[in-house]
């Protein structure tokens, strides 16, 4: 299963720094939607990124070195996996199946 990478994280506190957006647990879970951050991994993760002291003025590029330059932010983003749930909504009127994935018959 993949895990998050700095290449992605690097795009995600770029935005955040671009937008005067503060790095928070919260503000990291918000971002990363689409990755199972549990309520232990977004503290840590925002209180390392602080440790960077990244700002502004850094280009993503930059942010992607200093996070793969940091040996405990490699750590968390191996534990972060993306979110595989699947949602399927459907309307059904009528007689017969409202299968929603595979049906096996026989």
Do not use: C
């Not at 955040?16 to 549990?38: F, P, R």
């Not at 991994?41 to 960077?52: F, M």
């Amino acid at each position: 299963m993949e895990f998050l990478s700095s290449v992605i994280l690097s795009g995600v506190v770029y935005d955040m720094l671009k937008h005067q957006v503060s790095i928070t647990a919260t503000s990291i879970k918000e971002k990363l939607k689409g990755w199972v951050i549990d309520e232990v991994v977004a503290p840590a993760l925002a209180e390392e990124i602080k440790k960077l002291s990244l700002n502004d003025e850094m280009s993503e590029k930059a942010i992607e070195r200093k996070l793969l330059d940091s040996g405990e932010i490699q750590q968390i983003l191996s534990s972060i996996k993306p979110n595989n749930t699947t949602v399927i909504m459907q309307n059904h009127s009528g007689t017969g199946d409202n299968v929603g994935g595979n049906k096996i018959t026989g």
